[in-house]
């Protein structure tokens, strides 16, 4: 059992050179972007229930 735990890990860590070279994000990576995704759509909120709501124009009546 002892031995194939070790080629399993030999695997897994090759794979995960491979993908990295090849530019795939890790799932801690995805993790990451997730987390700032969510902390910067709660600082646009704020800042957009902050400011007033813009006037609207409406078209001149000829």
Known sequence: ???WDKLEQVFEDRVARSLSSLGVPTKKDIE???KRV???TEV???LDG???APRRRTAAKK
């Open 32 to 34: 990451r972007l997730s």
């Open 44 to 46: 646009v909120q704020k």
């Open 1 to 3: 059992s002892g031995t």
């Open 38 to 40: 969510a902390e910067l």
């Open 50 to 52: 902050a400011k007033p």
